[in-house]
């Protein structure tokens, strides 16, 4: 499968965990707080990896919190 196939495809929950190398509850929480790209189709959620790769270099999963003033 060429890269732009894989970029365009969307992929299931478990594949983002194997993905990022992170477990469920992991993503779960990303999901709630952290805004990370996802869409619920049904009770299936899935990911687009174009979208997971850009939300991960603009550092969606640092762990650094902001400070509110």
Not at 44 to 67: C, H, M, N, P, Y
Request: hydrophobic share 35%; aromatic share 8%.
């Amino acid at each position: 499968m060429s890269e732009n196939n894989i970029q365009d495809r969307w992929i299931s929950l478990q594949e983002v965990c194997d993905y990022l190398g992170v477990k469920r509850h992991t993503i779960m929480r990303w999901i709630a707080q952290r805004n990370m790209p996802s869409s619920k189709v049904g009770k299936l959620w899935r990911f687009k990896t174009a979208e997971i790769d850009e939300w991960v270099r603009s550092g969606g999963t640092s762990d650094e919190q902001e400070v509110i003033k």
